[in-house]
């Protein structure tokens, strides 16, 4: 499985560290609906730090197994039956056209980030704002836009590496789409790139878990708006 690559690729200098980022894949294995595999992850970061965190997820991953209620993907099809989220395989297929060089970079974050944009996808912008506890992306925000971002980061998975990067027409925007997943931006800082232009380093931090990810934006040549620092809490 990926999620096994990447975390055996990674360093980590404590236990903690070991455990965030294994809640981190776990995470992501609800996002996808792979309790099985989700509930032995979360195990397996108990083992390396206590965390209320992983155990009311185990309640939750047992919950769902206990009622069988394990989605089965369609099997000519990319999508799960209910069309929550794209399927583990199609996020397999998508990450084995990337360059050798970068499939295993890909953040634990980035395939949650990925997993909640997929969500957003298929079930749209109005439905999916009906369902999140802060009814983003908001309404007067620029939905094409984010829609955009979302379509680089299911299909392409654009933005976590410096020659990978998202591409978005400004600052607003790139922020909104993050901020529809819950990460605020927390910093902004110039790429020196002679072959791009207008290339962005921002780090986000989830405002529930904390955890941060640093993504590469790439704006448009008269991207000018103002950023707005938008609150959550």
Not at 20 to 42: D, M, S
Not at 201 to 229: P, R, Y
Request: with cysteine; hydrophobic share 40%; net charge negative.
């Amino acid at each position: 499985m990926y999620f096994d690559k990447a975390f055996d690729s990674r360093t980590f200098n404590t236990a903690s560290q070991k455990a965030r980022a294994l809640r981190g894949i776990g995470y992501a294995c609800i996002e996808l609906q792979e309790y099985e595999r989700a509930k032995e992850v979360y195990e397996t970061s108990l083992i390396w730090e206590d965390s209320d965190i992983a155990r009311n997820e185990l309640k939750v991953i047992s919950k769902k197994l206990e009622a069988q209620d394990i989605v089965i993907v369609r099997g000519s099809s990319n999508v799960y039956e209910e069309k929550r989220t794209y399927s583990s395989k199609y996020l397999a297929e998508t990450i084995n056209k990337l360059p050798n060089e970068l499939k295993e970079k890909i953040p634990s974050k980035f395939i949650y980030i990925w997993s909640k944009a997929s969500s957003l996808l298929i079930q749209g912008a109005n439905e999916y704002r009906k369902n999140d506890y802060f009814n983003f992306p908001l309404i007067d925000w620029d939905e094409n836009s984010i829609i955009q971002g979302v379509n680089q980061i299911v299909h392409f998975l654009k933005g976590f590496n410096e020659n990978h990067f998202l591409e978005m027409d400004n600052i607003e925007d790139a922020t909104n789409l993050l901020l529809t997943f819950h990460f605020e931006t927390t910093n902004i800082k110039d790429i020196i790139n002679d072959n791009q232009q207008n290339l962005k380093e921002i780090t986000f931090k989830h405002k529930v878990d904390g955890d941060e990810i640093i993504l590469f934006i790439k704006l448009s040549e008269n991207a000018i708006k103002k950023i707005k620092w938008w609150k959550i809490w």
